[in-house]
């Protein structure tokens, strides 16, 4: 075994590399393999309303990984700000984060599995100096989907990893997609092993007792998988690799934990300071949010209640309330935030460009959520004045979730408070209450993304499809110019706004009846295809084009009638529409009319 072990470069202080210079490193090898380095994506998201932030560095790469052709060639390589939120409740242990960086290369059409993991056992060895003894291996054990990747197996023992350190898995583990449906495919993760003792006989990189730390993930994208679970073959092989750096700087700087390494330590101290009631988890939580806001922050985000507001106004709370738990003065946070701002300036030079502004937003929600936190106290001393004269020893669930849901008022702090005067708190009913209400604001949001029909039954579908049937017809009749400018659907009718700088004839608008009506006796098939915009665009579907979709997009076709770029949903034939008859036709304002119709 090489005496240049990683515990020996450590204690030299070889290794202790800080984050900036593993992202330099990162990305100056790729450069010099032909890879161009192309600027993270915001971390929310251009032209993409399906999805809060990005959260991974293919995401902003999705059209080109389906063969959409990228302006910088076919070997690209860049640092990009992800953030996510599924684990968010976890943070404060000794490893989740909701903000981080992911390290990335991407093979367009280009390099495939030999070349990726040459170059991953390179850059991890030899820019790294990480010993071949330190790394295991992961790779796709094969299904009825695709097949064993025995190939990249070979090119990890070529590269120097020995056998017994490769390990095949399924689907769980060695299968890679964002969400439910788009490319994907076979992955191959790298291990890094802690040195820690093994749980038992079995311990292995899939083992979740910490001895084995993921460390980069290659992902083969050659499949696309569709919404009915199918997968097919895309038109090019791809490489999608991502590595995360904060993990990486903490095991390269022999630390146990990211809230250890520059990037957190000057903060998790400076929380210690002010603490008057200290705990490690709290400390952890204002760092990560306290940074993870900022990042928000700069690129553009503000807090609100729905989507991505409620997302920031729930780490900026969270943050709030952990600073009153560790007795921190929360006037504090003007301060916090110039020193995370001298911590994080290098890698992130914005975020000194923002500084007055991220300021600003977080100390007003911060006081927003003071006065919620004062109305919330008054209504638990309400109650508990009540419940006291009851002779109650217990708080139950529902008064809990009140508390929450109308005060925003937190249960740990309900519970705090109950404690004080002698109470103790019906957890398992507040719970209860909680699953039904985030499952009700799941449903919510999934409802939000299914492009703009709220309420979706027979009868909307049809107006939808009417909707299209009534725009190529204005087309026909009135000119190209007469384009889409809103469109509103209830069950009683359609409303449809477009351009057109005249009141229409009565002979325009039966002309326009007449047309769609035929379109509807012929019973046209509908049918949706996806595609990227700008295929969409060559097959002269309507639509607008300014940057109101993503770079993937479904378009319907009505027969050879229509071609409209949608989200759906729509009916199969048009000759379930029923008869077309316009009610109306009106301003709507300058050089927009308005028409409502029904189908009866
Ligand atoms: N997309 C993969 C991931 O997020 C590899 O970058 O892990």
Same mark, same amino acid.
């Given at each position: ?102 390290? @990335? ?14 170059? +991953? ?7 790294? =100096? ?17 097949? /064993? ?50 749980? =038992? ?8 007792? @910490? ?30 690799? =991502?590595? #995360?750096?904060? /993990? ?55 807090? +609100?209640?729905?989507?991505? #507001? ?111 005067? #002698? ?17 009700? +604001? ?43 400018? #809103? ?79 949608? @989200? ?6 048009? =000759? ?16 927009? /009319? ?7």
């Amino acid at each position: 075994m090489s005496i240049l072990t990683i515990e020996y470069l450590q204690r030299i202080g070889e290794l202790n590399m800080k984050a900036i210079e593993i992202r330099n490193k990162y990305l100056n090898f790729f450069k010099n393999h032909g890879h161009k380095v192309i600027p993270s994506a915001p971390l929310i998201p251009e032209n993409d309303p399906s999805v809060l932030f990005t959260t991974a560095g293919m995401q902003p790469l999705v059209p080109y990984l389906l063969g959409e052709k990228h302006p910088e060639g076919t070997r690209l390589t860049d640092y990009q700000k992800c953030l996510r939120t599924n684990d968010i409740d976890e943070v404060g242990d000794n490893r989740h984060l909701t903000y981080f960086e992911m390290l @990335g290369n991407w093979s367009l059409g280009d390099y495939f599995k030999e070349e990726s993991v040459a170059m +991953s056992f390179e850059f991890l060895t030899k820019e790294l =100096g990480i010993p071949v003894e330190k790394l295991s291996v992961t790779c796709f054990a094969g299904d009825e989907d695709a097949p /064993r990747d025995t190939l990249t197996a070979e090119c990890w023992k070529k590269a120097g990893i020995p056998e017994d350190r490769i390990y095949y898995y399924g689907k769980d583990d060695n299968w890679w997609i964002a969400g439910e449906e788009g490319p994907c495919g076979p992955d191959t993760e790298m291990f890094y092993d802690t040195g820690k003792p093994a749980c =038992g006989p079995d311990c292995q990189p899939s083992c979740d007792c @910490g001895k084995y730390v993921e460390i980069w993930n290659n992902v083969f994208m050659e499949y696309y998988k569709a919404k009915d679970g199918t997968y097919t073959k895309l038109k090019q092989h791809n490489v999608d690799t =991502g590595l #995360g750096l904060e /993990r990486m700087t903490m095991l390269l700087q022999g630390k146990e934990t990211p809230f250890d390494t520059e990037l957190f330590e000057p903060v998790m101290e400076k929380l210690k300071e002010l603490a008057k009631e200290d705990s490690i988890e709290s400390r952890r939580i204002v760092a990560e949010h306290l940074r993870a806001s900022m990042m928000v922050i700069s690129d553009g985000g503000r807090p +609100s209640n729905i989507d991505r #507001g409620y997302v920031l106004r729930k780490l900026i709370r969270r943050m709030s309330r952990h600073l009153n738990k560790l007795q921190i003065d929360l006037n504090k946070l003007g301060d916090l935030i110039d020193l995370n701002i001298e911590i994080l300036k290098e890698m992130y030079p914005d975020l000194e460009k923002n500084k007055e502004i991220i300021k600003q937003v977080i100390i007003e929600e911060k006081d927003k959520f003071i006065k919620t936190l004062a109305h919330g106290e008054r209504e638990f001393e309400k109650y508990i004045n009540k419940a006291k004269e009851e002779n109650k020893t217990v708080i139950d669930g529902q008064t809990i979730f009140r508390l929450y849901e109308t005060y925003g008022f937190p249960p740990e702090i309900t519970a705090d408070l109950a404690a004080e005067q #002698g109470f103790t708190i019906d957890n398992s009913e507040f719970d209860k209450l909680f699953k039904e209400h985030q499952e009700k +604001s799941r449903l919510g949001s999934e409802q939000k993304f299914k492009g703009g029909l709220a309420e979706q039954n027979e009868k909307t579908i049809s107006y939808h499809t009417a909707t299209h049937l009534l725009h190529k017809a204005l087309q026909i009749v009135l000119g190209e110019h007469a384009k889409q400018k #809103g469109s509103n659907i209830t069950t009683e009718r359609l409303r449809f706004d477009f351009s057109h700088p005249e009141k229409m004839t009565q002979e325009q608008l039966k002309q326009v009846e007449d047309i769609v009506n035929e379109q509807i006796k012929r019973d046209l098939p509908v049918t949706c295809e996806e595609m990227t915009l700008e295929e969409a665009r060559k097959t002269g579907a309507m639509g607008l084009f300014e940057n109101k979709y993503g770079d993937k997009v479904k378009v319907y076709t009505i027969g050879d009638f229509s071609k409209e770029i949608c @989200g759906g949903p729509h009916v199969t034939h048009t =000759g379930e529409l029923g008869h077309f008859k316009i009610k109306k036709e009106e301003s709507s304002s300058s050089g927009v /009319r308005r028409i409502k119709a029904i189908l009866e």
